[in-house]
């Protein structure tokens, strides 16, 4: 696949906003972001259906999103001057409920939320899916009736070397490690790393820099921190940090949905719902040893999804109930965040930058 920039013809910068369009959402907002501000200005939309989750293969020029939905499926757009131009119809990803979409080594892989699976699907030189989907089952279920009663797969990701894929589930309380079978094209389950029961690990974000993971809890507003062997494929549990101040998830219950890291390797951030709030982590004690120095409110309700701009000094929340994407700029020497401005985007799900 070819190259392209991070920006377009006029040097301005792009954010990717996926929606519930069963929700009242638009599909695929695309807005500009400006460099000084950060400030989204909404330029074009791309339809898609229930686009909750976005990726984009930046060196390629190619974003997709996949569709939310019982029959589950992903599109692809290449990126124009003046938005995103469909490659072609979507593709059934072989699962329902979609929720997660990554890309490497030349494939695509989708977390299948509803039926309990990951799946991976070839890329063609100019970036486009094409089937069948070759689909990995989880099995298992955890404590909690009304949401573990099976699998429930809710994030896929390529660890940094690419060498490796791992999927956090929901329903089973574990992390697997998985690896692209070259003769089949799918993914073979390499290793499973079992999380405490019931806390619903939802998404992970490995550090930049160190070999650290740092796994998010929907049912509980926690963190598991793992170490992590690339060698080995091996994630090992070392601790837990609360993502919810002392009390504060007493009144009102508190589900976490997105993480991330600073690029520097200073600070990690955590989106909470139902509380509303962004969680900030400082790893001034050491990357294995994060600190929870503060929680700010999301600037919306239900904040779905939280990204960080390339130097980490803006972070963007996506507030699906609200309808909105809060942008904060960072303070580079606590690592809180400050609200700054915001953009009306009905049922937002996911923001992408770059």
């Known amino acids: 696949m070819g190259d392209a920039d991070s920006t377009d013809r006029s040097g301005e910068h792009r954010a990717y906003i996926g929606s519930f369009t069963s929700g009242g959402g638009r599909g695929v907002t695309i807005a500009a972001v400006d460099p000084k501000t950060g400030a989204l200005t909404p330029l074009s939309v791309a339809t898609a ?3 909750s989750y976005l990726a984009l293969a930046r060196d390629a020029g190619v974003l997709y999103a996949v569709s939310e939905t019982e029959r589950g499926g992903v599109a692809a757009f290449r990126r124009t001057a003046g938005g995103l131009a469909p490659l072609g119809a979507p593709v059934s990803v072989g699962g329902s409920g979609p929720t997660h979409v990554s890309v490497a080594g030349g494939r695509l892989f989708t977390a299948n939320y509803t039926s309990g699976s990951v799946s991976s699907l070839p890329l063609d030189a100019e970036g486009r899916p094409h089937g069948p989907a070759r689909v990995l089952a989880h099995r298992g279920s955890g404590p909690d009736a ?7 797969a809710h994030q896929v990701l390529p660890d940094p070397t690419g060498r490796w894929v791992l999927s956090v589930d929901l329903g089973t309380d574990s992390v697997r490690v998985c690896a692209p079978d070259p003769a089949s094209g799918g993914l073979r389950q390499h290793a499973e790393t079992a999380l405490r029961a019931g806390t619903g690990p939802r998404h992970l974000v490995f550090h930049p820099e160190d070999a650290f993971v740092y796994v998010l809890h929907e049912l509980e507003p926690q963190v598991t921190v793992c170490r992590w062997n690339t060698a080995l494929g091996q994630l090992e549990p070392v601790g837990e940090v609360p993502v919810a101040s002392e009390g504060a998830s007493g009144v009102v219950r508190a589900y976490p949905s997105a993480i991330v890291a600073s690029p520097d390797g200073r600070f990690v951030w ?11 982590l400082s790893l001034a004690d050491g990357p294995g040893r994060p600190r ?36 904060f700029d960072v303070d580079p020497s606590t ?14 799900t996911c923001v992408v930058l770059g």
């Open 335 to 348: 690592g809180r965040p400050h609200r700054a401005g915001a953009l009306a985007v009905p049922a937002a």
């Open 292 to 327: 929870l120095t503060g929680t700010v409110a999301c600037g919306g309700s239900w904040p779905r999804d939280l990204a960080a701009d390339a130097t980490g000094s803006r972070l963007y929340a996506a507030n699906e109930h609200s309808g909105d994407v809060t942008w």
């Open 146 to 152: 009304a949401r573990q009663a099976g699998p429930h």
């Open 270 to 280: 955590a989106a909470v719902r139902g509380t509303d709030a962004l969680a900030t």
């Open 49 to 51: 259906e229930d686009p």
